[in-house]
């Protein structure tokens, strides 16, 4: 829906700031550091074969920040999860990738692969919904985004995910 004074997830709701998160896959789920970690490295290995990244290409600027990154992600706080469904957590998994700057070159690619690796490593089916130039325009918006605007950030991505 494009326009509705009652609609939480269209334009309407964008420019008054109330579009919500939404996100309906509530399965436990387990992801590390490390895990991430190797899935960039054979990522960083495949762009190198092709002459489409450098040898500083997703290379950490401080040793731990992907799994500071991953620990925010899967944080819970009284035994209950910062960030109930899938959707949420890979949303804000895009969304500390880029902005966070955590390697010195290649961090919107490297965001943005995190992103699609998670939800298909969760078997996120609306994943699908996105595609190669959707996820470039999302991630490009994260990436310019005002940190302040961090929360419709993450509620414009899990829409895309509903």
């Not at 939800?119 to 302040?148: C, D, M, Y």
């Amino acid at each position: 829906m494009i326009g509705g004074g009652g609609d939480k997830s269209g334009l309407n709701a964008y420019d008054k700031e109330t579009l919500e998160v939404s996100g309906a896959t509530k399965k436990s789920v387990k992801l590390t550091g490390e895990e991430l970690t190797v899935a960039i490295q054979n990522l960083r290995t495949e762009l190198m074969k092709k002459g489409e990244a450098t040898d500083i290409f997703a290379q950490e600027r401080m040793t731990g920040s992907i799994t500071g990154i991953v620990g925010n992600v899967m944080q819970s706080f009284g035994g209950q999860p910062m960030y109930a469904s899938i959707e949420e957590k890979a949303a804000h998994l895009l969304y500390f990738m880029v902005k966070n700057h955590p390697f010195t070159d290649g961090n919107k690619r490297s965001g943005a692969f995190a992103f699609i690796w998670f939800l298909r490593k969760t078997k996120v089916k609306k994943a699908r919904n996105i595609n190669p130039g959707a996820l470039t325009a999302l991630t490009l918006l994260v990436a310019e985004s005002n940190p302040e605007k961090k929360a419709m950030m993450v509620a414009l991505v899990t829409q895309l995910l509903k």
